[in-house]
T-cell receptor
Framework: AQSVTQLGSHVSVSEGALVLLRCNYS??????LFWYVQYPNQGLQLLLK??????LVKGINGFEAEFKKSETSFHLTKPSAHMSDAAEYFC??????????????FGTGTQLKVEL | DAGVIQSPRHEVTEMGQEVTLRCKPI?????LFWYRQTMMRGLELLIY????????DSGMPEDRFSAKMPNASFSTLKIQPSEPRDSAVYFC????????????FGQGTRLTVV
């Protein structure tokens, strides 16, 4: 069965500092991997996804993630944090569904705090 | 497109009452998912539909929970009778029938059972 582990339920960075949110996955087949962001009282919004092809994936708001099969990781990074990045971030894995589509299994989330 | 639309956004009900949550997926999407989010358990998949047919309901916690999708543009999640431990945020999401695609989430319904 597929699963995701997010290390660190809370991460705090200074504005302008590097953001690194960790995600490790377990999957019996080549996975599809996703990062979502959730702002307070909002739904989940896709930041980026890895399906096939280039292992370094760029997303919205300056975020990127690198798929490393050997490490079963898909860590999320941003070179310079902004106050508006404060939110909860979820990593998700999918093994795909027969006939297309994806059933996502989510990690427990990482709350990012950005301080002045 | 307006995205996935859920109603109501907030629901407060008394224990024992019936609760119905509603979802309108994005037009043309073949899959519909219901998730529940709690502090203790995070985001859990409850059930999903493909072309209006329930495919996997193994995440539905108890028989008190039921979900239907009578047509491609509408789904309901019903809890009867409701209990305080059902308090959570319930999300509906939809996705098209293509590989390499993500699920699109609604704003959620925050349910409080008192």
């Amino acid at each position: 069965a597929q699963s995701v582990t997010q290390l660190g339920s809370h991460v705090s960075v200074s504005e302008g500092a590097l953001v690194l949110l960790r995600c490790n996955y377990s999957s019996s087949v080549p996975p599809y991997l996703f990062w979502y962001v959730q702002y307070p009282n909002q739904g989940l919004q896709l930041l980026l996804k890895y399906t096939t092809g280039a292992t370094l994936v760029k997303g919205i708001n300056g975020f990127e993630a690198e798929f490393k099969k050997s490490e079963t990781s898909f860590h999320l990074t941003k070179p310079s944090a902004h106050m508006s990045d404060a939110a909860e971030y979820f990593c998700a894995v999918s093994e795909g569904l027969t006939g297309g589509g994806n059933k996502l299994t989510f990690g427990t989330g990482t709350q990012l705090k950005v301080e002045l | 497109d307006a995205g996935v639309i859920q109603s109501p956004r907030h629901e407060v009900t008394e224990m024992g009452q019936e609760v119905t949550l509603r979802c309108k997926p994005i037009s043309g999407h073949d899959y519909l998912f219901w998730y529940r989010q709690t502090m203790m358990r995070g985001l859990e998949l409850l059930i999903y539909f493909n072309n209006n047919v329930p495919i996997d309901d193994s995440g539905m916690p108890e028989d008190r929970f039921s979900a239907k999708m009578p047509n491609a543009s509408f789904s309901t999640l019903k809890i009867q009778p409701s209990e305080p431990r059902d308090s959570a945020v319930y999300f509906c999401a939809s996705s098209p029938w293509t590989e390499n695609t993500e699920a699109f989430f609604g704003q959620g319904t925050r349910l409080t059972v008192v």
